[in-house]
């Protein structure tokens, strides 16, 4: 990944290369990859993970039905 330094504005090139980074999501795939993960380890975060969202979820729409009241 390249990033042209213009004008000797170094700050502008770090932006510019820090959005590449996030955009291109190598960072993501290097930390998944960073520690070795059995197949039930992933699916129980999945299954957390979902969880937490269903609960989020209910949350939102419990405040939204009582602030009806």
Avoid: C, P
Avoid at 11 to 32: F, I, P
Wanted: charge should be positive; avoid cysteine; proline fraction near 0%.
């Amino acid at each position: 990944m390249r990033v042209a330094v213009r004008n000797g504005n170094v700050e502008q090139a770090l932006r510019k290369l820090k959005r590449k980074v996030n955009d291109s999501e190598k960072l993501l795939d290097y930390r998944e990859k960073q520690y070795h993960t059995t197949k039930s380890e992933r699916k129980q975060k999945k299954r957390a993970s979902a969880v937490a969202r269903e609960k989020k979820r209910i949350e939102k729409l419990n405040k939204k039905f009582l602030s009806r009241k």
